[in-house]
């Protein structure tokens, strides 16, 4: 999108019903991401000046690598944050979020469908 | 997607940090509790109530919270009120910075480059985006958000609304009006 097809966008979007006051998140993942960041703020594991810092950071790259940063991509932005912030924070290592990201793709993969998708506990894995 | 917000999600619930039921109600809340009808509610009283306006000039947080609105990240707030000399639009320069405790959460549009950056370099164009022609003798004011401080637009009363009760004015109040990228409706009009 350009810089000169705000109007159009709008007109896009109302059509879509993405406008609207209830269009909070597109999908269930948005909201857990939203949810979390939002959650470990107020259990005080980061200011939300050290928030709103790392969140434009994400977006300053993402504009960077190509992404079109046109509201639609915003979610994308939130989780690489929190991702990283996290990881700043020490409450979770890159590797065990990659190894528990595999660990949930192998679980989505192996279960039936329309069965609900679960991980073993931690100890069991 | 999906897998890496479950990857977070498990680690975080494993060591403590986060509860999946608070998850939950925290989702809802922004879903379907929070949103523009509390900003509205806010322009509604300032409209009717001299002395309210006059508590949320002075200290626009704590006006805001005496109506039960509060936000959760100690962000202060502050009003910016139209006038017929000036139109007042905001807008967060960095990333997406907004009063979601009168507002809920942002519209996609509020959220994407094109609005960011010529909010600030044109904002009469975005307006006129917005359907929305200003008077030439209207000076636009923008405002940045940021982490610590958000703004709500006080939008004009409008002519027709003499009298209104405070519910029937706080139906005349749009999110839009209160980010300054639109006008309160006319009676009449009102969704």
């Given at each position: 999108m350009s810089s000169c097809a705000l109007p159009s966008y709008i007109a896009e979007l109302r059509l879509q019903g993405?406008?609207?006051?209830?269009?909070?998140?597109?999908?269930p993942w948005e909201a857990q991401a939203f949810a979390m960041a939002v959650m470990l703020h107020e259990r005080g594991l980061f200011t939300w000046a050290e928030w709103a810092e790392a969140l434009s950071g994400e977006i300053r790259r993402a504009q960077r690598l190509g992404?079109?940063?046109?509201?639609?991509?915003y979610y994308r932005h939130w989780l690489n944050a929190l991702e990283k912030l996290i990881v700043a924070k020490g409450l979770a290592s890159t590797g065990m979020l990659s190894i528990l990201r595999d660990q949930w793709d192998v679980a989505a993969r192996e279960t039936p469908h329309g069965q609900p998708v679960t991980l073993r506990p931690a100890g069991q894995r | 997607m999906e897998l890496r917000v479950k990857a977070l999600e498990t680690i975080l619930v494993e060591k403590g940090y986060v509860d999946p039921a608070a998850l939950d109600v925290l989702i809802e809340t922004y879903e379907?509790?929070?949103?523009p009808k509390n900003g509205a509610r806010v322009v509604a009283r300032a409209w009717s109530d001299a002395d309210y306006l006059l508590r949320l000039r002075a200290d626009a947080t704590a006006a805001i919270a005496e109506l039960g609105y509060s936000g959760r990240q100690g962000e202060h707030m502050r009003i910016a009120e139209n006038t017929p000399e000036v139109h007042n639009l905001v807008v967060c320069t960095l990333c997406s910075c907004y009063p979601w405790s009168v507002l809920g959460l942002p519209p996609v549009w509020y959220k994407s480059a094109p609005y960011r950056s010529r909010a600030v370099i044109d904002p009469r164009g975005v307006l006129r985006d917005f359907g929305v022609e200003l008077p030439a003798g209207t000076k636009l004011r923008v405002w940045d958000s940021t982490a610590e401080l958000r703004y709500l637009v006080i939008p004009m009363r409008p002519?027709?609304?003499?009298?209104?009760?405070q519910d029937a004015l706080a139906a005349l109040v749009t999110r839009d009006s209160m980010i300054g990228a639109g006008l309160a409706l006319t009676p009449g009009k009102a969704a």
């Open positions: 993405l406008d609207g006051d209830q269009a909070v998140f597109t999908a992404d079109p940063d046109n509201g639609r991509t | 379907h509790r929070i949103g002519a027709g609304s003499e009298g209104m009760d």
